[in-house]
């Protein structure tokens, strides 16, 4: 009985500890409402994180507010005197109390001693304001992309915070207590490549009949500034709201930014598709309302009764021609929405549980937001596999020998093949001089605009031009530029289908080494900022030649080598890629089976990648930003070795092979030219097999990441599971099947002595229990109590089962198993910023967890690709 009795008592204890460690979470997860007392413990200036990194509040001061729809605004001067960058935004409030929150930026704010009613004729700022972060309705976290920040400080010409709060319903404050709402700003004085800005498309005249089931608010501005990369969006109405839309029109296309629900968390989302947005094109948003069981006209307007029409984009820009805020109040015209698709009238349902889970602030285990309410594109990552998309293209292309590829700037697939003209042994003399000169040119169209998503063919030129292509790229303006090793030529052609040469470079059919002529030329590439041209010349010549956008020669240089007196000349420079985050531009050079990259102002060598897997031959380069910097490249057959024909991804800080891919059943001939697409796809084209290969990442990986987005997945961790399940099943059967008669005997003969044995142990614990029954159903009752309330028996027996896993998962999390980042996660949201189904209030002990991670991922976004759809 003494033992029985201590089992209890500590069963007690262990009990009692549990609850009080539930009644911790739950006061943690109700940080987000504060009394009087917590007001100056929860509000610290800065807090340093490193040299170059750091975190700083930005609070109310203990408010109450004085009656409903009041907006209150407290500034903070930014907490340094140099340039600095904010990479990521916490928020700390409720929609218990707060209707929504806007950070602005500014030099002159209406006060700096106090907070004050800015919902007046006062406002904000003095000078002009920047929105930096917009929240409402109990949205997550949002951290920017690597590489990306907003920038403050000394050259920013923002000096101080302010943050402005509207409190809803003042109801919320009938248990008298002070509101510290507010921000925290995690921040870097690293120079961050590409600055961060908003881009708000606003209604500020619609009118929503009472009755009517639709109403639709159309806002549509010209985009007249520097290029801009749109990377998260975020919509805001009010309760009328049930769905807003963003879209890019270029060309009469219309391509959708983001479209979402108001009615759900006001985060800002991963936008849908890596869209950017340039000089001539129109920025567009819908909203649509319904004025059903109104009576009365709703307006645009402040309060809770009235109604807004927001939709904001989160995009990065380069620093150099960075806008930290641009907005548009333009009605959209009824011809210009005539053409919206269909998606943007359709409304995102929401469940009234999760409705009722938003209102109270508990989140149900069942709810889950719509399967299209969060996309995410995968860009390339460390943990990825290409594999090739067999059923590309849907329907033949009918090429000739594929010289060369490129990305124009709506990131469609650009082939440049040779139609019914082959490159042979008897196509040039001694001299390099072309002889098939009376075959005339090519009469086929040598170059196909598809569609990368299904090979369709949108568009054919080039025809009766050239004699035989070689390599082709893309500018901004989206000219291609060509080279032809028959003419000996590079030319700029438009790429409106009229086949118009609108510059030469060297003269037709006629070889040479001087500044006028090439011998061979091979490929080009295009700096998309200054214009200048890079020609690697070529077959018969060893050097890369640099003219400026209008054809002036520059310069021109050799090979390189860190050491002098042992550079070995170019043999064949077959492929330039441009990196236009390094400023640099690198060479394959063929037939010495080495990437060489250069400084593109001086030319002066920069690096080699020279590696054995290459097999003594590279053919082909592109580039892509993502990350610290990935080159793709093609190697081809060498008589010196016998490497397999494949694609490599190389890391190019490291020199690190990252990845290798091939066909999976006919493989590649002669790789020719490869090129990288901004979601993740390679495109290679082969003269030899005279097609193209499309690859793709697989899914397996962990994170699959949206201009540095990360989206945290479980598909790995499933994957596991399911190997090993598998794996235990296959074992399972081969032992099964390699036993004989006998061993199944003996196999039951042991199973019923061992549950003889277990009845043996059985009674005693029967008879014990009948002899001390008052005290064991006690017992039994605390435990049944313990374990409904914690759920931790199970998650423990069993480390190698489901539920192995998911009590993993459970210790990663703070406070618990949280369904919503296990839900979320399953299906490809976001845990970290884009998480709707967290409880709310536990932004803190998310961050502290993320933060152990990486700290370089999470103060660093990887930059545009030079163009994207």
């Not at 004050?116 to 309705?137: F, K, L, N, P």
């Not at 819908?286 to 009365?296: I, P, Y």
């Not at 042979?424 to 605009?449: E, K």
């Not at 790229?473 to 060509?482: F, H, K, L």
Request: charged share 20%; net charge negative; proline share 6%.
């Amino acid at each position: 009985m003494g033992v029985g009795v201590l089992g209890l008592v500590l069963l007690a204890i262990t009990c009692h500890s549990l609850e009080m460690n539930n009644l911790y979470r739950s006061h943690r997860s109700q940080e987000n409402v504060f009394n009087p007392s917590e007001c100056g413990s929860r509000t610290r200036p800065q807090q340093i994180l490193n040299p170059h990194n750091f975190s700083v509040d930005i609070r109310m001061p203990g408010v109450v507010p004085a009656g409903s729809d009041t907006y209150l605004c407290m500034a903070f001067p930014v907490p340094t005197t140099r340039d600095a960058y904010i990479v990521d935004f916490i928020p700390h409030a409720s929609m218990d109390t707060v209707h929504h929150m806007l950070l602005f930026g500014c030099q002159t704010p209406v006060s700096t001693s106090s907070f004050w009613d800015c919902g007046s004729v006062q406002g904000t700022c003095e000078d002009e304001a920047s929105i930096m972060y917009a929240w409402a309705r109990n949205a997550s976290p949002t951290k920017l992309p690597k590489d990306v920040g907003f920038r403050v400080g000394r050259n920013s010409g923002m000096s101080y915070f302010v943050l402005q709060i509207h409190y809803g319903d003042v109801k919320a404050f009938q248990d008298h207590h002070r509101d510290c709402s507010g921000l925290t700003l995690r921040m870097t004085s690293i120079p961050q490549p590409f600055i961060a800005g908003i881009y708000l498309l606003m209604s500020v005249d619609t009118v929503i009949l009472p009755g009517n089931k639709v109403t639709n608010a159309d806002v549509a501005c010209d985009y007249s500034s520097y290029p801009i990369y749109p990377f998260a969006f975020r919509t805001h109405t009010h309760r009328l709201g049930k769905v807003v839309s963003g879209y890019r029109i270029r060309n009469g296309k219309w391509s959708l930014i983001g479209r979402q629900s108001p009615q759900l968390p006001q985060a800002f989302y991963p936008a849908n598709k890596e869209v950017n947005v340039q000089y001539g094109d129109t920025v567009a948003a819908r909203c649509v309302f319904t004025g059903e069981g109104k009576t009365s006209k709703t307006y645009i307007g402040g309060t809770a009764d009235d109604e807004m029409c927001n939709f904001y984009i989160m995009y990065y820009m380069d620093s150099k021609h960075a806008i930290p805020f641009m907005n548009c109040m333009e009605t959209g015209s009824r011809e210009l929405f005539r053409h919206i698709p269909a998606e943007a009238n359709v409304p995102i349902p929401v469940s009234p549980g999760h409705m009722a889970s938003m209102m109270t602030g508990k989140h149900s285990t069942d709810e889950r937001l719509p399967q299209d309410s969060i996309k995410a594109d995968v860009v390339l990552d460390q943990d990825y596999h290409l594999e090739q998309v067999p059923s590309w293209p849907q329907s033949s292309l009918q090429l000739g020998q594929v010289s060369g590829l490129a990305l124009d700037s709506d990131s469609n697939l650009v082939i440049f093949h040779r139609g019914d003209h082959h490159w042979g042994p008897d196509s040039f003399n001694s001299q390099a001089r072309y002889l098939h000169r009376s075959l005339g040119p090519i009469q086929q169209s040598t170059i196909l605009v598809v569609d990368p998503d299904d090979g369709r063919i949108l568009k054919a030129s080039g025809r009766n031009m050239f004699y035989l292509p070689h390599g082709i790229t893309a500018d901004e303006q989206n000219n291609y530029w060509v080279t032809d090793v028959a003419l000996h030529q590079v030319l700029k052609v438009s790429s409106d289908g009229r086949d118009r040469t609108l510059q030469t470079l060297g003269e037709a059919f006629t070889p040479g080494s001087d500044i006028n002529h090439f011998c061979q030329p091979t490929d080009v590439a295009v700096d998309p900022q200054t214009g200048n041209v890079f020609v690697s010349d070529g077959y018969c010549n060893s050097r890369i030649l640099k003219f400026s956008a209008d054809g002036k020669y520059l310069s021109q240089w050799g090979a390189g080598s860190s050491d002098r007196r042992r550079r070995t000349p170019f043999q064949i420079p077959h492929s330039l890629a441009f990196l236009p985050d390094k400023k640099e531009v690198c060479v394959a050079d063929r037939e010495n089976g080495r990437i060489q990259c250069f400084i593109d102002e001086t030319g002066e060598f920069v690096k080699e990648i020279k590696r054995d897997e290459f097999g003594g031959e590279v053919f082909a380069i592109t580039y892509s930003p993502a990350g610290d910097g990935l080159i793709f490249a093609v190697n081809g057959e060498s008589p010196y070795g016998s490497a397999p024909l494949r694609g490599f991804v190389i890391d190019y800080s490291t020199k690190e092979i990252l990845d290798t891919f091939s066909p999976n059943e006919k493989g590649f001939k002669m790789p020719h030219d490869v090129v990288a697409t901004g979601d993740g796809s390679v495109f290679v084209g082969d003269v030899g097999t005279k097609s193209v290969f499309k690859f793709t990442a697989e899914k397996s990986h962990r994170s699959v990441k949206k201009a540095g987005i990360q989206v945290q997945e479980l598909e790995e961790v499933e994957a596991l599971v399911r190997t090993r399940i598998k794996a235990d099943q296959n074992i399972s059967k081969t032992i099964k099947e390699k036993q004989t008669a006998e061993q199944s005997e003996s196999e039951e003969k042991k199973e019923v002595s061992a549950t003889a044995t277990r009845e043996n142990r059985l009674l005693p614990a029967v008879i014990s229990t009948l002899l001390l029954l008052p005290l064991t159903l006690v017992v039994f009752i605390g435990v049944f109590v313990c374990w409904r309330k914690n759920k931790r028996c199970e998650l423990k027996t069993e480390p190698r089962s489901v539920g192995g896993i998911l009590g993993k998962i459970r210790g990663k999390a703070v406070g618990g198993l949280n369904l919503g980042n296990f839900f979320a996660t399953h299906k490809g949201y976001s845990r970290q910023g884009f998480d709707q189904l967290s409880t709310e209030g536990s932004d803190q002990e998310r961050n502290v967890e993320d933060s152990s991670d990486s700290e370089n991922e999470e103060y660093s976004a990887p930059p545009p690709p030079s163009s994207s759809s």
